[in-house]
């Protein structure tokens, strides 16, 4: 279907693609199987100035919006969503400074980002606070010289490869939710660690680590925003990261879809071509429909937040539900076109359906956005 992408949006999704064909490919499969951050890929996509996509052109960036990063995101995908996260997860960790950073922390931070020098990271997750943020742990407290964080945060995206991290701690623990604030580390500050580095089901190749802080002092002007911004920033945040998410499922499906049709067409039972049966035919169908579908939302959102539009929680979470749910059906569905290939790793829609149910989850569980959809709906009159 026909987009009507401007010109750099229709560079950036080229650039993206022939990275996605002639980088991602070839090593999908040894990169999950060794679990191995894509660093030589990192810097390729660094060299081609996709990191500076959503990086303003003040601070070396591109100057592109969501739809920029979705369509990025989206072609990484169809190779490798491992790869594609440990991608957008420097946006994640860089979106606060460019929302609410301080022009010092700006100039900083973001230069090196655009470049692709230094990798960052987001971090609001602990073990008792993962849909429920508003139970963090982690505290900063002011002294003289600046914050002193203790906590524990788990399952950072980036977790131990990335140089800067925006960390949500409780600069104010008698206040809860407000007084939570977003806070900027760098990799090498005394009193901050890496803990447990994770084993998970599918993205295998991106860095899933806890973040240990113990006494770990930061200085004053390292927080963004002010104190007590914490948890409005992070909804914020979200609400401009889900269709990034929703462009990774769209992108992955798309994948399924291509190799269980190229599949389809080659495969010959009972004297055919699988894909001349109906019931194949009738799955490619609806898995070709919803991929469209997915997309049309994604890109739709993604023009809305560009455009300025306000108050889009839910249809950034409907995109994020929407395509993610998607992306598990169609990975699924692929798996069984392929028959009992599907299921083995020399085929790579066995990683596919693995790889697309952290989409489910991560950056709130699709039941959690089903919630923010429907309160939105009793505020007001659907039309
Ligand atoms: C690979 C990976 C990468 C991640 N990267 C990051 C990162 O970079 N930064 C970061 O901060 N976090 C990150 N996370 C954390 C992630 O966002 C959380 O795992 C997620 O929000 C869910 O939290 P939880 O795992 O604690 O599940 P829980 O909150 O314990 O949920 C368990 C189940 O209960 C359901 N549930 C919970 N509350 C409700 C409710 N109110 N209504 C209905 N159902 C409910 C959930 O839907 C889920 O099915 C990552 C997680 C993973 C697995």
């Known amino acids: 279907m026909e987009y009507f992408l401007n010109e750099l949006q229709k560079t950036v999704r080229e650039t993206a693609r022939t990275i996605a064909e002639e980088r991602i490919l070839p090593v999908r499969a040894e990169l999950d199987e060794k679990e191995e951050f894509p660093w030589a890929i990192m810097k390729d ?3 081609t100035d996709l990191f500076r996509v959503f990086i303003p052109e003040e601070y070396e960036g591109l100057g592109g919006g969501c739809l920029e990063l979705c369509l990025v995101v989206e072609e990484l995908s169809r190779a490798c969503p ?3 996260v440990s991608y957008a997860g420097s946006l994640l960790g860089s979106f606060d400074i460019l929302k609410y950073g301080s022009e010092q922390q700006k100039r900083k931070y973001l230069p090196d980002i655009a470049s692709g020098q ?3 990271a987001f971090a609001v997750t602990e073990a008792e606070a993962g849909s429920d943020i508003g139970d963090i742990k982690t505290t900063a407290t002011r002294t003289g010289d600046g914050y002193l964080i203790n906590g524990t945060k788990q399952f950072i995206t980036n977790g131990g490869e990335a140089d800067i991290y925006t960390v949500i701690v409780l600069t104010n623990k008698a206040k809860g939710v407000r007084g939570a604030s977003a806070l900027l580390v760098e990799k090498d500050t005394p ?11 599918g993205i295998r190749t991106s860095a899933t680590r806890e973040l240990v802080f113990e006494d770990c002092l930061v200085p004053a002007e390292n927080i963004i925003g002010r104190e007590g911004m914490g ?6 945040l979200f609400d ?3 269709p990034g998410i929703a462009a990774q499922a769209v992108g992955l499906a798309q994948g399924a879809l291509e190799a269980a049709t190229d599949y389809a067409r080659e495969r010959i039972q009972f004297g055919h071509p699988i894909i001349s049966f109906q019931a194949i035919q009738h799955m490619l169908a609806n898995m070709a429909t919803d991929v469209e579908a997915a997309r049309a939302l994604v890109y739709a959102v993604a023009r809305s937040i560009d455009g300025g539009g306000k108050g889009l929680s839910k249809e950034s979470a409907m995109a ?6 998607t992306a598990m059906r169609v990975t ?3 798996v069984q076109i392929l028959g009992g290939v599907g299921y083995m790793r020399d085929y790579p829609v066995e990683k596919m359906m693995r790889d697309a149910k952290i989409m489910q989850i991560y950056e709130g569980t699709n039941q959690v956005l089903r919630n923010v959809i429907a309160i939105e709906l009793r505020k007001k009159r659907v039309r």
């Open 332 to 334: 699924t569905d692929a």
């Open 191 to 201: 009193g901050f660690s890496f803990g447990r580095k994770e084993k998970k089901m």
């Open 45 to 47: 996509i660094a060299d």
């Open 240 to 242: 401009y990261t889900r």
């Open 231 to 236: 948890f409005i920033m992070t909804l914020g």
């Open 320 to 325: 994020k539900v929407f395509a993610s749910d």
């Open 118 to 120: 230094r990798l960052a």
């Open 82 to 84: 491992g790869v594609a």
